[in-house]
């Protein structure tokens, strides 16, 4: 009967041994599964990556192309302008050599064509426009002497240079007529103040 029992007792003992490694089995399975699965996903990711690169690789190479086709257009143009101002300087240098008087050189040019012929239209146009700029203008110059800081030159400066609104005898005329209006008197310092202030 001891035999009988041992015999049971090592049974036993193999049983529990083939449970462990069959639950040893199962967790290495599984471990290798996680691993595939693991795998997988990172070789799927590179290959997204690699194919991202490819299409960023493609692109580049296609604006090269397109930037390499741009240059060689603007070479092409260049060499054509190159001899078109050779030809050019060609041209000049005979007609100087073909001038009585090679040594002179044109500095100023002759008038480009004659005056516009104004019509009745365009008359009415300016005279109406006239006195309605005297105004503005000779508001400016008020406006100006309002802040008490400028001077009849610096004032000058602005409306005639500047702004273009005017001549210089114009300008002068309009401040002739504001000083006899007492619109505006000198202040200190050569400034034009506003007797309106």
Do not use: C
């Given at each position: ?151 009849t030159k610096q004032i000058e400066t602005i409306i005639v240079r500047e702004k273009m609104l005017c001549g210089r005898t114009a300008f002068y005329d309009y401040l002739k007529e504001l000083r006899l209006r007492n619109s505006i008197e000198e202040g ?10």
């Open positions: 009967m001891l035999r009988l029992i041992s015999r049971l007792l090592k049974q036993q003992d193999n049983d529990e041994r083939w449970h462990l490694l069959d639950n040893a089995l199962s967790e290495a399975f599984k471990r290798v599964r996680n691993d595939t699965k693991n795998l997988f996903s990172w070789i799927r990711y590179v290959n997204e990556r690699a194919d991202r690169s490819d299409e960023r690789h493609e692109k580049a190479e296609r604006q090269l192309a397109e930037q390499k086709a741009a240059v060689n257009a603007l070479q092409a143009e260049l060499v054509r302008i190159n001899e078109n101002l050779e030809t050019m300087q060609k041209n000049i240098q005979k007609g100087h050599e073909n001038s009585p008087f090679p040594d002179l050189v044109r500095t100023k040019s002759g008038p480009k064509s004659e005056p516009a012929f104004r019509t009745r239209f365009d008359n009415k146009v300016v005279a109406i426009s006239r006195p309605i700029k005297k105004d503005y203008i000779m508001q400016q110059i008020l406006n100006m002497a309002e802040k008490g800081q400028y001077t200190p310092r050569s400034t034009i103040i506003s007797k309106n202030n």
